[in-house]
């Protein structure tokens, strides 16, 4: 990927639209003028941290800062000692957000392409840091292309070029690699907008045209599958952040008529294999990709991917490409001599018919497991006989606790705080 | 006593809701009695009971089964009714008595 200088939006023709706003098209040219100039117009300083809502200012936040030479720094969390600490941590810096660029934004005539280095560095962005300070990741252009023609390939229809709605923020590999990425290489477009609740997600489906994907994750699907929303023809749903229930899936792909794919990916490689959730829980890796199994954790091997990717995560292989992911390394347990992986039993818990959503932790070291359970209209002892079929007893969660939700965070995850909380522990 | 009691004590409608948000978001910690009216319901600031966008979710669906009131977050009304349970409880009786 040396030196080759590629244009931003070699995938659209001046005229088509990149972003919609309020119903109406940004074109092409128009974000290419308004990046252009925003190349010039940005402080001078070797991180541009980018925290543009509007995908519209990310995008051309982004590309003018990719133009010039500069890195924008994604961070995962908006929490003011996060931010603050990213400052220090990378002081010669310029903050961008849709405030600061609200009299900036002027529309030029069209200069010629905006190109950009394959090799390039453009962005850092951050694992989220559960323990310890956030971890900085290095994305180049040229890779974070080429992971999205793998993507494509397996989320989008072939030959169309989709109208993107995202309920995920641009700053995370998620929404990054689907907002972005995704968008400049198939030529595609994506709403402005970060819609949150249902009805804010139907109006932003029916304010751009078909072909239309919606790109979110389980917990803002769900809201969406209960409040049973009537959508506009929708062509796939995207989900990513934590594993999907497969009756989730399964009700969304009634309810609209759509596919629903699913991405397993990390802030590292961005996505790495995707599954369609109804026809069964295995994943296939992307092309020229695959994952070594190890009890350490797996390493995924992409051909598109500077160097091999150690992951948190156990997985069973059924192919070098094929695979289940069965626990996360440090996840394993031991209850009396015997080991077992929470996730693994969490997916079991989860596979128990009337059971919506579930999540198996262990509450204190060397204690057996405790579930919290969104199961409205069967019994604790239907549960507890349905795993006791397939665990050892010692795994059978308990105290086995109806919720009537998960409490999970922003990014869809369940704080281990919320759930001793959930399950009524100090 | 002075305006304070008037500003901390929920009217029905507020610990209707009050009860509902307790219940929906499983906040196990916090009583719905012990919500104060005017206090922020989202950020970190004092005060604040703390709540994300996740958790804007899950009341917008028991708000909608209770009341049959949709809100949506794109409309500048219904951000500032976010704002606390009190502005909450205004704007959903306010969309329930124009039908």
């Not at chain 1, 979110?216 to 749903?237: F, G, N, S």
Request: proline residues 7%; glycine residues 8%.
């Amino acid at each position: 990927m040396n030196g080759a200088a590629m244009p931003a939006f070699g995938a659209h023709a001046p005229q088509d639209v990149v972003v919609w706003q309020g119903g109406a098209g940004v074109t092409a040219a128009t974000l290419e003028a308004q990046a252009g100039d925003l190349a010039v117009a940005l402080p001078d300083a070797r991180h541009v941290i980018n925290l543009c809502d509007s995908r519209r200012n990310f995008l051309a936040v982004f590309l003018a800062a990719a133009h010039s030479g500069r890195v924008c720094l994604l961070p995962a969390s908006r929490a003011p000692q996060a931010l603050a600490e990213l400052r220090d941590e990378y002081p010669d810096h310029c903050v961008v957000t849709d405030e600061s660029l609200a009299g900036r934004v002027r529309t030029h005539a069209w200069r010629g392409p905006l190109q950009i280095d394959a090799a390039r560095l453009v962005a850092l962005t951050f694992t989220s840091g559960s323990t310890g300070r956030p971890q900085a990741h290095e994305k180049h252009w040229g890779c974070l292309l080429a992971t999205a023609a793998r993507a494509q390939e397996r989320l989008l229809p072939p030959g169309q070029r989709c109208n993107i709605v995202a309920t995920v923020p641009s700053q995370h590999m998620y929404g990054l690699e689907t907002t972005l990425s995704l968008v400049l290489l198939t030529g595609g477009a994506v709403s402005d907008g970060r819609p949150l609740l249902p009805a804010d997600v139907r109006q932003a489906l029916a304010d751009i045209p078909a072909p239309r994907v919606l790109v979110t994750t389980p917990a803002h699907l769900r809201a969406c599958v209960e409040a049973k929303l009537k959508l506009p023809a929708l062509e796939r749903i995207v989900s990513a952040t934590a594993p999907l229930a497969r009756p989730l899936a399964e009700a969304a792909e009634a309810l609209w008529h759509a596919r629903v794919h699913e991405i397993y990916g990390c802030t590292e490689a961005g996505s790495m294999a995707t599954r369609r959730t109804v026809e069964g829980d295995a994943w296939l890796a992307h092309a020229g990709a695959w994952f070594e199994s190890r009890e350490s954790g797996a390493i995924y091997h992409g051909s598109h991917l500077p160097a091999p990717i150690p992951l948190q995560d156990l997985l069973e292989s059924e192919t070098p490409r094929i695979f289940r992911l069965i626990g996360r390394a440090g996840d394993m347990i031991k209850v009396a001599g015997k080991r077992a992986s929470l996730a693994e039993l969490s997916r079991r818990l989860l596979a128990v018919p009337g059971v919506h959503d579930a999540v198996v932790f262990l509450p204190e070291e060397g204690a057996r497991p405790a579930a919290l359970v969104v199961a409205p209209g069967i019994s604790r002892e239907t549960i507890a006989a349905a795993l006791a079929a397939q665990v050892d007893p010692v795994f059978v969660p308990r105290p086995l606790r109806f919720v009537d939700t998960l409490p999970r965070n922003e990014s869809g995850k369940t704080p281990r705080a919320a759930l001793l909380a959930a399950l009524g522990v100090r | 006593m002075p305006d304070s009691t008037a500003t901390l004590a929920q009217t029905g409608n507020e610990a209707a809701l009050a009860a509902l948000l307790v219940d929906a978001l499983n906040l196990q910690d916090v009583k719905a009695a012990d919500i104060t009216p005017t206090a922020p319901l989202f950020g970190h600031e004092n005060g604040s009971l703390g709540l994300d966008s996740i958790d804007a979710l899950e009341i917008a669906l028991a708000i909608q089964r209770k009341y049959g009131v949709e809100l949506r977050s794109a409309e500048p009304d219904t951000r500032s009714a976010f704002a606390s349970l009190r502005d909450l409880a205004a704007h959903v009786h306010g969309r329930l008595d124009r039908g």
